[in-house]
């Protein structure tokens, strides 16, 4: 099926169209929940949830822009409101002034798997970590990111710093850099 098929089987409530949907997808709204999420039970559950608001909400895509991208941003809505939930930036660290990586620690960094980076940011608290997979992976400005958050520019801003300065911590004690 092409990805057009998909979305007229999908509006029409076809179950193969579904399925076939979810297949195609599944597994990278998965990493999208992830990223947001440790547990992988709880990650989990987030795709279902995202699905089940995909195939509801899939007569509101209009054609604009990758279907993709749009679906990414239902999953990355559904982990915000499970997050939202649980007030993610209460766990958050203290942290005292700006700090920025040096050309050193980036070039490590760019060493490093993709999977070693993940496991490193799944290590950061939950609050850190949304921050940090909006702006920086997901590329929401900071103005975005507070108005998704419910919180301000400024924390946001903050947030992402001390994140950095925490996955930065991280990766020294786990020796990557």
């Known amino acids: 099926m092409t990805e057009q098929e998909i979305i007229e089987g999908c509006r029409k409530g076809n179950a193969s169209a579904r399925r076939e949907l979810y297949e195609r997808y599944g597994g990278a709204m998965y990493g999208v929940c992830r990223r947001y999420v440790k547990d992988p039970a709880t990650a989990e559950d987030l795709l279902h949830d995202g699905f089940i608001t995909l195939y509801t909400k899939i007569g509101e895509f209009r054609g604009e822009g990758s ?10 809505n559904t982990a915000l409101g499970y997050l939202r939930k649980r007030n993610p930036l209460s766990e958050s660290d203290q942290i005292e002034g700006m700090y920025s990586l040096s050309d050193r620690q980036v070039t490590a960094v760019e060493k490093m798997s993709a999977d070693e980076l993940l496991e490193c940011i799944g290590e950061l608290p939950e609050g850190y970590r949304t921050i940090l997979n909006l702006y920086a992976v997901e590329g929401y400005s900071h103005k975005e990111v507070a108005e998704m958050m419910g919180i301000s520019e400024n924390t946001s801003r903050s947030q992402y710093s001390r994140a950095r300065v925490k996955l930065t911590e991280i990766m020294k004690n786990k020796e990557l850099i």
Not at 67 to 76: D, L
Request: glycine content about 10%; aromatic content about 30%; hydrophobic content about 50%.
């Open 67 to 76: 279907f993709e991208g749009w679906c990414r941003r239902i999953f990355v």
